[in-house]
């Protein structure tokens, strides 16, 4: 028995929404999780910037 092209979207399609909502039922699996996840503490990042910054100053003055 051959499977029409309908069935293979719907049967795509329906594991789209299955895997969307057991994201959403698992919190580390979420979007908002990850932000929330996020030290407070920005400073390694800060420096990095800079850091990345002074490497690119540096680079245009040679």
Not at 25 to 50: H, N, W, Y
Not at 53 to 59: G, H, M, N
Request: charged share 35%; glycine share 2%; with cysteine.
């Amino acid at each position: 028995m051959k499977r029409s092209r309908a069935f293979n979207r719907f049967n795509r399609f329906t594991a789209k929404r299955r895997r969307n909502a057991l994201r959403s039922d698992i919190p580390c699996m979420s979007e908002e999780f990850s932000k929330v996840s996020e030290p407070i503490d920005q400073s390694q990042g800060l420096r990095e910037k800079a850091l990345q910054k002074e490497a690119l100053s540096d680079f245009l003055d040679v």
